[in-house]
Structures are given as structure tokens and as C-alpha cells.
């Protein structure tokens, strides 16, 4: 990670704020992947900061959310700046033990505070960007505290050595689950592309407001998602994961680094496709589904994301509408 210990002008701030933004990306993904790693509810442990028994998987997936926020604070200030926010990601890493992944999550926390706390700011310059980073470098030190609590709890217990879930191959060649892979992975990347947009047309209060539902809407699908695979004897994947001989999988880019679209009407004009792809992929998999719990959940998703259709095809139709309006 960077280190930068003196901002002295806008150049520095973006600076900053584009290294911890490629940190931000890559950890939300990251602890989600961990999280949908292991299983639900089986390692539970004292969280030191709300005083209550929690489970692992739960609570590293709440701390993985508030690093997409992080990630949402940071694009805003860079464009508010007049930057250019990046879809370039640090890297992302499982391995094959539950206990690394946990002692490597609480060692990025303490980078990343370091970094968000060492800098100087020359003639208190950008004050509200230094306390916007004083602010998220607390989220960090209480996710530090919390993951050192899991990692106490389970080295001290006869999960130690406990392994995240493997795929069943026999699993991994049904049309459902490669079906399932594939709109889990439009899921996060249409997450992203909203998040882009919302970026882009940030101060544009009605529209930034609607395509961050939405984008709220794709992260939500993408976690139960990630919770189904398991269900169905899979694994959610890293994409572009190379698998080391230790047995830990990394990656570079794991998830795209461009999206389409520079303006409202171009922006607009690319989801409705991907939207509509997306919804004929659900159908596609209910069809292969029988009745229970998974379909239902599964059910969701494609309603929500028909409703997205609906909506989308308004947006553009109302940009349209308004001359100058690109
Ligand atoms: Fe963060
Ligand atoms: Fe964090
Ligand atoms: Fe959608």
C-alpha cells in the first residue's frame, strides 16, 4: 500500500483518495468472499465492540458492506475534486484456511488506518477531507478489533485448522449452478456499473438517488447469491483467480475495470440491455429449479430486477424528453 505523508495540494488529496478508493473495491469484494467462504452461524464469537455474540461470516460480511460505503464516500470526494474515479482494484485473496483469511483481513485493517491517519495537511487544507478520513479510519480500527476477536476465538478452538467450503465438482458441471455463476457475476458487476453512474451524475440529486437503489438492489442479490452456491454444492468465484501451490487463490482483477458509458443518455442506454439480460438469465434458471426456499429467494431477485427494467426504460425515456439534458 502507498504511503503518503504530506498533502500539500488537490493533486495529493487524489492521490490519496485513489489509493485508498482501489483498497476500498477490493475489500468489499474481498470479506464478502470470505464470508461466503464459511459457514453460516457455525464459528461464533464476543464482539468486543457491541458486547454480544456474533457469528463470523455474518459479521465479516456487515464489515464488508461498510467497506463499499467507503468506497461510494471516497468516488464522491474525487469527483467533487474534479478526478476521475477508477474501477482499479487491489489484490484479492482466499486462502484455503479460514484462519488466514481472517488474520490477513485484521493486517489490511491496520494498513489502511495507517495509511487514512499519517497524513499531514499543509495550512489545513482540506479540512473536510481530513475528517472524512479520520471518521473511516474509525470504521477501520473497529473492524481491526472485531476480526482480532474472531481470529482469538478461533485459535482457541478445536476449529483452528478449519478449511473454507470446496466446490463439489459434481456440482460444478450442472447447467444450474453455471447458470448461477454467470448472473451472480452480472449481479456484481451491474452493482458496480449503477455505483459508476452514481458517481458520474452525483450532483444530480433524482437520478443519483434511483441508480444507487439499484445498485443497492444487485449487492443484495450478489450476497444471496454467494449464500445459494453453497446451498447447491458451489463456491462463489474469484474472477481471474490464478491458484497458487499453497493453495490460495489471487487476484488482479477481479472485477472489471471499465464500464460503458460517459453521459446520462449513454449511461441509461447501456443498463437497459444488461438489465434485460440479466432478467431472461433468472428465468432461464427458475425454469431449471424445483419448488422450495431457493427458487423463492431466486423468485426476488427477478422480480426486483424486472422492476429495474421498468424503470430504466423511464430514465431514458425522460432524458430524452429534455433537450440539453445529456
Ligand atoms: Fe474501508
Ligand atoms: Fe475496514
Ligand atoms: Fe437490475
Redesign the pocket.
Known amino acids: 500500500m502507498a504511503d503518503i505523508s504530506r498533502i500539500e495540494s488537490r493533486e495529493d488529496a487524489l492521490a490519496l483518495l485513489s489509493v485508498g478508493l482501489k483498497h476500498e473495491w477490493a475489500v468489499s469484494l474481498e470479506y464478502l468472499i470470505h464470508a461466503y467462504s464459511m459457514p453460516k452461524g457455525k464459528y461464533l464469537y464476543d464482539d468486543p465492540v457491541v458486547s454480544a455474540r456474533l457469528d463470523m461470516r455474518g459479521q465479516t460480511i456487515q464489515i464488508g458492506i461498510d467497506e463499499m460505503y467507503h468506497a461510494l464516500q471516497m468516488g464522491t470526494v474525487i469527483r467533487q475534486l474534479g478526478g476521475e474515479p477508477t474501477f482499479e482494484i487491489d489484490e484479492v485473496v482466499r486462502h484455503p484456511r479460514i484462519l488466514d483469511n481472517l488474520e490477513r483481513d485484521r493486517k489490511t485493517e491496520d494498513l489502511v488506518t495507517g495509511l487514512y491517519q499519517k497524513p499531514k495537511y499543509k495550512d489545513r487544507l482540506f479540512p473536510e477531507i481530513e475528517n472524512m478520513f479520520w471518521n473511516i479510519s474509525y470504521d477501520e480500527v473497529r473492524h481491526s478489533r472485531q476480526f482480532a476477536a474472531m481470529i482469538d476465538t478461533l485459535k482457541n478452538s478445536p476449529d483452528a485448522e478449519a478449511r473454507c467450503f470446496e466446490p463439489d465438482p459434481e456440482a460444478e458441471k450442472r447447467e444450474d449452478v453455471g447458470l448461477l455463476h454467470g448472473i451472480t457475476r452480472a449481479e456484481n458487476e451491474?452493482m458496480h456499473r449503477y455505483l459508476y453512474y452514481v458517481l458520474l451524475f452525483h450532483e444530480h440529486q433524482d437520478l443519483g438517488a434511483r441508480l444507487f437503489k439499484?445498485s443497492v438492489?444487485?449487492m443484495r442479490h450478489w450476497d444471496k447469491n454467494s449464500g445459494i452456491l453453497i446451498k447447491l454444492g458451489s463456491l462463489i468465484r474469484i474472477e481471474n483467480a490464478e491458484r497458487r501451490p499453497d493453495g490460495s487463490e489471487r487476484s488482479l482483477k477481479s472485477m472489471p475495470e471499465v464500464y460503458p458509458g460517459r453521459d446520462r443518455l449513454s449511461a441509461l442506454e447501456t443498463l437497459l440491455p444488461a438489465?434485460k439480460k440479466?432478467v431472461d438469465d433468472y428465468e432461464r434458471l427458475l425454469k431449471l429449479m424445483p419448488e422450495g426456499e431457493i427458487k423463492e429467494q431466486l423468485k426476488i431477485h427477478l422480480f426486483?430486477?424486472r422492476e429495474?427494467l421498468f424503470t430504466q426504460e423511464a430514465l431514458l425515456q425522460n432524458v430524452r424528453k429534455i433537450r440539453g439534458l445529456i
Open positions: 451491474l439499484n438492489d444487485h438489465e440479466l426486483q430486477n429495474h
